[in-house]
């Protein structure tokens, strides 16, 4: 089954910036999307962002729009998740995940990276 590999993440300090990666081991993703989920302790993970391999709509939930950007490598099978002006609340642990299918739920998940932001 198809694997994600996560990489990236680590500290930085309020308004830094920090990049995340998610490599796929296959192209299964190619029909569907890719998105990065967060979680903090004590609460479920929660959507931050997510792309549509085919055409490379992105989505992104409010809090973070303007300040994170999605992007892809199809060469590559690899998701990237650009984070600028980072902010104290998006300490959590990041998850990336994909479905295989546009009407496919997210069944597959990468190992998750921390993600620590400190003033």
């Known amino acids: 089954q198809v694997q994600l590999a996560q990489s990236g993440g680590g500290l930085a300090q309020t308004g830094g910036s920090l990049r995340l990666s998610c490599a796929a081991s296959?192209?299964?993703?190619?029909?569907?999307?890719v998105g990065w989920f967060r979680q903090v302790p004590g609460k479920d993970r929660a959507f931050v962002a997510s792309?549509?391999?085919?055409?490379?709509?992105?989505d992104y939930s409010e809090s973070v729009k303007g300040r994170f950007f999605i992007s892809k490598d199809d060469d590559k099978n690899a998701v990237y998740l650009q984070m600028s002006n980072l902010k104290d609340e998006d300490t959590g642990v990041y998850y990336c995940?994909?479905?295989?299918?546009?009407?496919?739920?997210?069944?597959?998940w990468g190992q998750g990276t921390q993600v620590t932001v400190s003033s």
């Open positions: 296959t192209s299964s993703f190619s029909n569907g999307n």
């Open positions: 792309i549509r391999w085919s055409d490379g709509r992105t």
């Open positions: 995940a994909g479905a295989v299918a546009l009407t496919a739920p997210y069944q597959y």
